[in-house]
């Protein structure tokens, strides 16, 4: 990686944008191969240089799989070529921003299109997350695991926060008495603080004062979800607790069969907050606040509205209803 793309990468870091750093680091690397294949230099490349790139992603590249570039993806790799030449921009180590002239691919947006867990299928993971705590003793290794995973799950569902929102929360962050959550920055962009529903601080509460000092290996930890070898819980743990906690969902409720052909992520999660609030009867400004979106549009693909739902808005609140 070039030195420029380096120092950029540990400014979104130092900016406090952690996950944006990782997907622009691979998306850089990406970037500068082709640069060397083409003899290219990052801090002479021109607007046509780029250009030249932008075919190339859109036309040559085969993925190891031997498929070629989703529009979504060449748009992540272009803003990213885009934000790092804006940022040469500004730093003075380049005249003009080469990159300003570079349009990215025009992508339809329709609805979020990940899997989402139903008020009941919900309530259900939730209870049986509880069933499996109760089956350890008070204070063992597994207990405190089992009470992590519920408090993960349970914050997720109460709050729709990113994966890399809840890894990034301290323990400051989290008021028992007010029963708030502080986000202070995500994707960039100043939080706020979010209120969280009871249910959900008391299974936080309880893993916070009972089941964390067990799990927590280090005297000074401030991260609020402690990991099994790091001080902060990892991606790929979340990942096998919400594998293990579907899996065991299922298996304690046969009746549920749409869940188990789902995939559950932690953006699952967000989609089944959005979804489940507004079923609930929220409104799209109020869930927007909620989910920290820059934009009311973002916001809407997330709650698709159906034909039923049309047609019962249709039939009570129109005056010729």
Same mark, same amino acid.
């Given at each position: 990686?070039?030195?420029?793309?380096?120092?950029? +990468?540990?400014?979104?870091?130092?900016?406090?944008?952690?996950?944006?750093?990782?997907?622009?680091?691979?998306?850089?690397?990406?970037? #500068?191969?082709?640069?060397?294949?083409?003899?290219?230099?990052?801090?002479?490349?021109?607007? *046509?240089?780029?250009? &030249?790139? #932008?075919? =190339?992603?859109?036309?040559?590249?085969?993925?190891?799989?031997?498929?070629?570039?989703?529009?979504?993806? &060449?748009?992540?790799?272009?803003?990213?070529? @885009?934000?790092?030449? !804006?940022?040469?921009?500004?730093?003075?180590?380049?005249?003009?921003?080469?990159?300003?002239?570079?349009?990215?691919?025009?992508?339809?947006?329709?609805?979020?299109?990940?899997?989402? /867990?139903?008020?009941?299928?919900?309530?259900?993971?939730?209870?049986?997350?509880?069933?499996?705590? $109760?089956?350890?003793?008070?204070?063992?290794?597994?207990?405190?695991?089992?009470?992590?995973?519920?408090?993960?799950?349970?914050?997720?569902? $109460?709050?729709?926060?990113?994966?890399?929102?809840?890894?990034?929360?301290?323990?400051?962050?989290?008021?028992?008495?007010?029963?708030?959550?502080?986000?202070?920055?995500?994707?960039?962009?100043?939080?706020?603080?979010?209120?969280?529903?009871?249910?959900?601080?008391?299974?936080?509460?309880?893993?916070?004062?009972?089941?964390?000092?067990?799990?927590?290996?280090? +005297?000074?930890?401030?991260?609020? =979800?402690?990991?099994?070898?790091?001080? &902060?819980?990892?991606?790929?743990? +979340?990942? *096998? /607790?919400?594998?293990?906690?579907?899996? @065991?969902?299922?298996?304690?409720?046969?009746?549920?069969?749409?869940?188990?052909?789902?995939? +559950?992520?932690?953006?699952?999660?967000?989609?089944?907050?959005?979804?489940?609030?507004? &079923?609930?009867?929220?409104?799209?400004?109020?869930?927007?606040?909620? /989910?920290?979106?820059?934009?009311?549009?973002?916001?809407?693909?997330?709650?698709?509205?159906?034909?039923?739902?049309?047609?019962?808005?249709?039939?009570? !609140?129109?005056?010729?209803?």
């Amino acid at each position: 990686m070039h030195p420029t793309q380096t120092e950029f +990468i540990n400014y979104l870091r130092t900016s406090g944008r952690v996950e944006t750093a990782r997907g622009y680091g691979n998306a850089l690397s990406h970037y #500068q191969r082709w640069l060397a294949d083409a003899g290219l230099d990052p801090l002479t490349i021109t607007t *046509d240089g780029i250009r &030249q790139y #932008q075919r =190339f992603l859109a036309e040559v590249y085969v993925s190891p799989r031997g498929t070629r570039l989703a529009k979504g993806t &060449q748009c992540t790799r272009l803003a990213t070529v @885009k934000a790092y030449h !804006a940022w040469l921009a500004r730093r003075g180590l380049t005249l003009t921003d080469v990159s300003r002239g570079v349009q990215l691919p025009v992508i339809a947006r329709g609805p979020v299109a990940r899997d989402h /867990m139903s008020l009941q299928e919900a309530t259900a993971m939730l209870q049986t997350l509880s069933a499996e705590v $109760a089956r350890y003793p008070e204070g063992s290794q597994r207990w405190a695991d089992a009470v992590r995973t519920l408090a993960f799950v349970a914050l997720g569902l $109460a709050t729709g926060r990113r994966r890399s929102g809840l890894r990034s929360l301290s323990l400051a962050n989290v008021d028992f008495t007010r029963n708030e959550v502080r986000i202070e920055r995500e994707k960039g962009r100043p939080g706020r603080v979010l209120p969280v529903a009871m249910w959900a601080m008391v299974c936080l509460r309880t893993y916070v004062e009972r089941a964390r000092p067990v799990l927590c290996w280090q +005297i000074e930890n401030a991260w609020l =979800f402690v990991g099994d070898r790091s001080p &902060q819980l990892g991606r790929n743990t +979340i990942a *096998d /607790m919400l594998e293990q906690a579907q899996a @065991k969902t299922v298996a304690a409720n046969p009746d549920l069969t749409d869940l188990a052909a789902k995939r +559950i992520t932690p953006h699952a999660m967000r989609v089944s907050f959005a979804h489940l609030l507004f &079923q609930g009867g929220a409104n799209l400004r109020t869930i927007n606040e909620l /989910m920290l979106h820059e934009h009311l549009g973002t916001t809407a693909r997330y709650t698709p509205l159906g034909l039923e739902d049309l047609q019962r808005v249709c039939a009570t !609140a129109h005056p010729r209803g």
